[in-house]
Each structure stands twice: as C-alpha cells, then as structure tokens.
C-alpha cells in the first residue's frame, strides 16, 4: 500500500473547519463536490468571510496529488524543471503507459515501446528521481487503475496531467 495516511488524516483532520465556515457562509447544505473543492481552497477557514464567486473570482487549490503520464509528462516536467525547484511541492507521479500501443499482445508492445519510446521513459525517470516523483516504469500498470489502488482517497483532490 502506498497511501500516505498521515498525510490524509491531516486533511480530514482540517475537512470539519473548513466544511463548517463554508456552510455557513452558503447558508445551505452542500454538495460532494463543493466540499472537496472548499477544502482544498488555498486559505484558512477564518478567510471564508467572502466566499468565492462562481465566474467572477479567480481562486487557487492545493491539491493532495499530481499524475502524469508519460505522454504529457514530458511537458510538465520540462516546466517544472524551468521553474527552478529542488523538489516538488506537492506528492507526484509519473506512470508509463500512454506511449504503449496495443497491436500483438502484451509482452510484444510493451517491448516495441520500449524500444521506441527508450528516451523519453529514460528523461521521465531521471526527472522522476532527481526532484522527489514517484516512477511507474512501463509495464507497472495502467494510470488510472494504479491512482485508485494506491493513491485516491474519498475526498481527496487530484491534478492529472
């Protein structure tokens, strides 16, 4: 299991503040999804007052996770990398299967994306392991289903790229 369970007890821990100053301000229940979203907002709940507009604020979250897959990874990371960080801020993964494509079988495309795609799954392992990425190498599982067997969480919020 690669869940990081101190980490979510620290966000459902935070879940009952920021739940509550939100229904409050609303004056109504909330859906699922507004209360994923008022958790995850960039403030404490004590800055609620002035709850966000809906097509007229600008607001910033803070995700518990970032995916990536291999295909659009390489972009991300390249701006990540521009950026000029020792590490990533927010808990990442990177998983190698959208550049295999799915013509004989198994063993055989994964062997022909790895002989195609060598460099690409090189960089995203190199980037991966220099600034603190989790690295699904090719043939480790498909990125979804890998997300939710090791790493979603009810309630959680998450970037994929």
Known sequence: MIHDL??????YSLYPVKIAAARERLG??????????????DVDAS????????????????PDRVAMQDATAQMA???FM????PRVAVPSTVHCDH??????????????????????YDFLASVSKKYGLGFWRPGSGIIHQVIFENYAFPGGMMIGT
């Open 47 to 62: 800055a609620l007052a002035k709850l966000p507009e809906r097509k007229k604020d600008y607001v910033d979250f803070r």
């Open 82 to 85: 521009s950026a000029d960080m």
């Open 6 to 11: 101190d980490m979510i007890r620290q966000i």
């Open 99 to 120: 550049l295999i494509r799915a013509e004989q079988n198994a063993k055989e495309d994964l062997e022909r994306a790895l002989g195609e795609n060598e460099e690409v």
């Open 28 to 41: 109504r229940p909330m859906t699922l999804a507004e209360k994923v979203l008022f958790a995850h907002l």
């Open 77 to 79: 990371l390249l701006q």
